[in-house]
């Protein structure tokens, strides 16, 4: 009689499924790989959603280039990341959100704001630059040293949080991904104009490890950040060794 009954229970369970996860009423902690980036563009307009839609779920970030992520979204401590990571591959899945373009970032008043930029008046300025390794970004010094253009680098830092700060009292001006410019500009008081050069657009994903694919509180948060970031018709595409959405 058991083996009869375990079956029935299964089959109860098949045709009436507990999701487990009410957003209302859950009370979880739930962990993002990001970078410093993420948290600027991200958490604000996340954590206003969770407030309303979710008030026990509290969130942890972590640097996606601080931790080995793949090891940690594969046991389980890191639900989901967001961003440039070519080194999440096999097990994993991904929804892209949009394509990072990039544009220059100066105070208002900044003689830049006169007219359209040109490659000259770009390259003769003094430039704030952000080394930040591992993240993606690294492909605009990648890319402007392949092609011989230089630039007067007055300040370098590895993280884009003092960009706002320093720019706002100084005649810097930086590359940063638009994005982040849009964030900031606001705040400090900043100007932004399309760059003299095309450079290449970063693909930014949502990734999660095959393990919490079927998670409901997992899948709840990465519906959500997909309703409130991914450009409108933005497709999954296959990364090798990775699954698209």
Request: positive net charge; aromatic residues 6%; hydrophobic residues 45%.
């Amino acid at each position: 009689a058991e083996p009869v009954a375990q079956a029935l229970a299964t089959l109860h369970g098949a045709l009436n499924p507990v999701t487990g996860f009410d957003p209302l009423r859950a009370t979880r902690t739930m962990t993002i790989g990001m970078t410093d980036i993420g948290e600027v563009v991200f958490l604000p307009a996340l954590l206003e959603r969770l407030s309303r839609a979710a008030p026990g779920v509290a969130l942890n970030t972590v640097r996606n280039t601080g931790v080995n992520l793949s090891e940690e979204m594969a046991d389980g401590r890191v639900d989901l990341a967001i961003g440039l990571l070519p080194q999440l591959k096999g097990g994993f899945y991904q929804r892209r959100l949009f394509d990072q373009r990039y544009v220059c970032l100066f105070r208002r008043g900044h003689p830049l704001e006169e007219a359209a930029l040109t490659l000259a008046a770009w390259r003769e300025a003094e430039h704030l630059v952000v080394v930040s390794a591992g993240t993606g970004h690294g492909q605009v010094d990648e890319w402007l040293k392949r092609r011989g253009v230089k630039r007067q680098v007055r300040l370098t830092v590895p993280h884009f949080m003092s960009v706002g700060y320093i720019l706002q009292r100084t005649d810097l001006i930086a590359t940063v991904p638009e994005r982040l410019a849009l964030q900031l500009a606001k705040p400090f008081s900043l100007g932004m104009c399309a760059l003299p050069m095309t450079l290449p657009a970063a693909p930014i994903h949502l990734l999660w490890h095959a393990r919490v694919r079927h998670d409901e509180g997992n899948r709840w948060l990465r519906e959500l950040v997909i309703e409130l970031f991914a450009d409108p018709g933005a497709p999954a595409r296959k990364r090798s060794g990775a699954t698209p959405a």
